[in-house]
Antibody
């Protein structure tokens, strides 16, 4: 079955760039939307943005100026870059896949999630 | 700014029935909001339960159901099990902005 695994530094200094990669195993990255979602300690979920396997992206308006999501289909990976980070960006970062049926894709129906990776900005 | 509101906490007895709701600051929630529901237990990643208001994933237990109720999206648990104790998040899709917004979550206690 399809599995997602986040990887990247667990500690980032303020004002620097947070960089994470999500590796997709057990299936192809093609024909799906792929998202990044975060959760500050003790708080709720926040959608960051998504990328289609072809490379088209859409970002949360609140983070749009600082976010870049990219895809590498040859490696079955997609990545997140968040620049100019502050302590408010400290969170568990999840990657997730959007659910697609035989006829439609539901961009925000995140059916498969990675285990999450904690990133501390300090 | 669009706000999605859920009950902060609910308590239900084992075997009972409970309904969690998800409201939008923009008005009544309809099928056009493609409501999603996720379950999260402590220390775990969220797990998808319901998409597009009422559709279950292949792994969603039969006791979970999604609907629209009184202008809100709703998640009903019938015959609650102790393992259903968790945080539940809804997500609504705002088509005009192509934006998905999570609710703040409902902490469900089974007691």
């Amino acid at each position: 079955q399809v599995q997602l695994q986040e990887s990247g530094p667990g500690l980032v200094k303020p004002s620097e760039t947070l960089s994470l990669t999500c590796t997709v195993s057990g299936g192809s990255i093609s024909s799906y939307f792929w998202s990044w979602i975060r959760q500050p300690p003790g708080k709720g979920l926040e959608w960051i943005g998504y990328i289609y396997y072809s490379g088209s992206t859409y970002y949360s308006p609140s983070l749009k100026s600082r976010v870049t999501i990219s895809v590498d289909t040859s490696k079955n990976q997609f990545s997140l870059k968040l620049n100019s980070v502050t302590a408010a960006d400290t969170a568990v970062y999840y990657c997730a896949r959007s659910h697609c049926s035989s006829t439609s894709c539901y961009r925000y129906a995140f059916d498969i999630w990675g285990q999450g990776t904690m990133v501390i900005v300090s | 700014q669009t706000v999605v509101t859920q009950e902060p906490s609910l308590t239900v007895s084992p075997g009972g029935t409970v309904t969690l709701t998800c409201a939008s600051s923009t008005g009544a929630v309809t099928s056009d909001y493609y409501a999603n529901w996720f379950q999260q237990k402590p220390g775990q990643a969220p797990r998808a339960l319901i998409y597009s208001t009422s559709n279950k994933h292949s792994w969603t237990p039969a006791r979970f159901s999604g609907s629209l109720l009184g202008g809100k999206a709703a998640l009903t648990l019938s015959g609650v099990q102790p393992e259903d104790e968790a945080e539940y998040y809804c997500l609504l899709y705002y088509g005009s902005a192509q934006l998905g917004v999570f609710g703040g979550g409902t902490k469900l206690t089974v007691l």
